[in-house]
Every structure is written in structure tokens, then in C-alpha cells.
């Protein structure tokens, strides 16, 4: 991985890469970082890229280019461009990051993967759990969707010392392409229908992962488990239905917004080298940008 010697101060670039990308947030959280850092020259922008136009955007870019942002569709072909990866980026079969090496070459990783463990943490989920914990039986956690996020949602579970997981998804297919992954992090997969989803909340943690709108009839048929927590990868617009039905009850809410700032520290510290992301003026940015917008 770059160091912080290896990296110079100005003069570098990176961007989040998707398609839509407009609506993105990612250029805020990261100018703001660079200036708080004194990154002086440092630019992060965003480009709209279809799945099919990644690799010839990887290729032309030149060696100004520190890294890149994922989003969809772009996870699984950033993972394929990647000549490296870690561990947690190959378990989940996506990859929403790439850094360039000295060498040229780029590295991949899945930064939504901690940066949901670390929010569904603050939340107050599993704080003694883990991997290693004795005495402490393993988090119950249900996903709700099977796309790219809901494979970092099923590593997210597995660091958070789950065993198995409740998958729920509209189509059976879906439940069935997560397999591999569920394989690879050591996890068992309990697929339930959409039909009966609402029956599926009742988990240590419930993640929804689906797209905008596809959840909303859910909000008036589950019951919330006292204690539980609910994480909604939506941040637009918001509250979801879900979300807000989870407050009405004082169920701990954690929003797309949480894990985008998580898991662009992480990014960050990759692109620039800085050991510590200034996470505050990050937050600060995000929030005014938000805030603007309504």
C-alpha cells in the first residue's frame, strides 16, 4: 500500500465512479478532508461510469491518480480490474475501492465493510462480540437484499461474530449468487421470501440493503425486537418508512449517510497516505452539504 513518503502533496486526484453519480456526497466528505489536511492540489471529483466503460477509464487514467470511489454498478468490476485485493474485498466478491500503487498497479479493498461494523458499533450493536468472544452468544442479524451491499452487510455480520445470517430477498436467484460469499466468510445463510419478510425482524440487527422505495410497505407490518438495531443503506430521502417506524419505537437508527463518512476515512487514508483521516471536518462538510439540500 502507499505510504505517506510516497504520496506527494499536491498535484493528486481521485473521484467516486458510478452510474447515476450526480446525486453523490463523496466530493464534499474528501475536498473537505484534503483541505483540513493541507493536502494543497489534492481534487476528488465525480465521473458517471457505466459498468462496461470502467476498464477503459482505469486504463487512460495517469499517474496523478491517487485512487478511485465505487459505486454501483462498478463493485464487482472494480474487484475484476484490481491486480490485488484484501482479504475482505475477495470474501465479498465487491470492491468500492482502488488505490494506486507505486508500481502503477491498483489495489483493491471493501471500506464498507468496517465502516458498517463501526456504525453498527456505535449504534450499540455487539459491542463484546467477535470472532474471539467467549460467553456471548452470536448476533442474529437479517439482511434485507442481495446485491453488492448486502455482500459487504454478510462480511459486516461475520466481524461482528455472527453465525449465521437471515437473507431476505424478492427473488430466490439472489439468495442463491450470495452463497459464495456466505462460503468464503465462514457463515450460513437462512434465505426467507419476500413475502414473509416482516416475520424476518425479529434479529440483533436488521440491514437493509434494497433500493429506494422497495422496503416501504414493510414499515407498517413488522414488529420491532426491543434492543435491536436497524441500519438503512439509504440516505435519500430520508427517513426511509422503515427507519422511521424503527425511531417511533427507539430502535437505534443508522442511515446510508453514517456509513458513507465511515467508510471514506478509510478511503481516504488509502488515497492520501495521512495515517489519521480528519474525521471531524469531514462530518462538518457532510452535514452542511445535507443540510443545503433540503
Not at 472494480?78 to 502503477?104: C, E, K
Not at 430520508?238 to 465511515?262: E, F, Q
Request: charged fraction near 20%; charge should be negative.
Amino acid at each position: 500500500m502507499q505510504s505517506q513518503d510516497e504520496t506527494p502533496s499536491s498535484g493528486r486526484k481521485a473521484a467516486v465512479c458510478g452510474k447515476p453519480i450526480a446525486h453523490s456526497l463523496s466530493p464534499v466528505i474528501h475536498n473537505a478532508g484534503f483541505t483540513a489536511a493541507g493536502l494543497t492540489g489534492w481534487s476528488y471529483e465525480a465521473i458517471e461510469c457505466a459498468e462496461s466503460e470502467l476498464p477503459d477509464l482505469v486504463a487512460g487514467l495517469g499517474p496523478e491518480w491517487a485512487g478511485l470511489s465505487l459505486t454501483m454498478p462498478l463493485k464487482e468490476a472494480a474487484l475484476r480490474l484490481a491486480t490485488s485485493a484484501s482479504p475482505v474485498a475477495i470474501a465479498a466478491g465487491v470492491a468500492n475501492t482502488l488505490v494506486r500503487q507505486p508500481d502503477g498497479s491498483w489495489h483493491a479493498d471493501n471500506t464498507d465493510v468496517p465502516g458498517m461494523v463501526h456504525v453498527l458499533r456505535e449504534a450499540g450493536l455487539g459491542l463484546s462480540r467477535g470472532r474471539h468472544a467467549v460467553k456471548e452468544a452470536p448476533p442474529r442479524i437479517t439482511v434485507l437484499g442481495g446485491g453488492g451491499t448486502a455482500r459487504a452487510a454478510l462480511a459486516a455480520a461475520a466481524e461482528l461474530g455472527a453465525e449465521a445470517v437471515t437473507v431476505v430477498t424478492r427473488r430466490p436467484e439472489a439468495r442463491e449468487e450470495l452463497g459464495p460469499v456466505a462460503v468464503a466468510l465462514g457463515l450460513t445463510i437462512d434465505g426467507v421470501a419476500w413475502a414473509d419478510a416482516a416475520g424476518a425482524f425479529d434479529a440483533d440487527a436488521v440491514l437493509s440493503t434494497v433500493p429506494k422505495g422497495a422496503a416501504d410497505e414493510l414499515a407498517e407490518r413488522v414488529t420491532w425486537r426491543p434492543g435491536s438495531v436497524y441500519f438503512d443503506a439509504l440516505y435519500d430521502p430520508w427517513p426511509t418508512p422503515l427507519a422511521a417506524s424503527a425511531a417511533k419505537r427507539d430502535i437505534p437508527v443508522v442511515s446510508g449517510l453514517d456509513l458513507l463518512l465511515a467508510q471514506a476515512l478509510s478511503q481516504f487514508e488509502q488515497f492520501t497516505g495521512v495515517p489519521e483521516a480528519p474525521q471531524e471536518a469531514m462530518r462538518a462538510a457532510l452535514g452542511e452539504a445535507v443540510a443545503g439540500r433540503v
